[in-house]
């Protein structure tokens, strides 16, 4: 996925929000990218994101970005 090419840039948390059938979904996990997918998403509009943790405990899914 893309968001494999951002590891660098955080692993400690991988998200995806997207369009579905008009409902913002949100997919996320602390792991690393390489690690974590949301499986095949069809959508016209997807946003992926890694996250270094600098605050908060970096093992809780609920500190894994994208916030909503």
């Known amino acids: 996925s893309l968001a494999c090419f951002s590891i660098v840039r955080g692993e400690d948390a991988t998200g995806y929000a997207f369009v579905k059938n008009q409902e913002l979904l949100v997919k996320k996990k602390a792991t ?37």
């Open 32 to 68: 690393v990218a390489s690690n974590f997918g949301p499986g095949r998403v069809r959508s016209n509009i997807i946003l992926g994101h890694t996250r270094l943790a600098t605050y908060g405990d970096p093992t809780l899914d609920k500190n894994a970005h994208p916030f909503i």
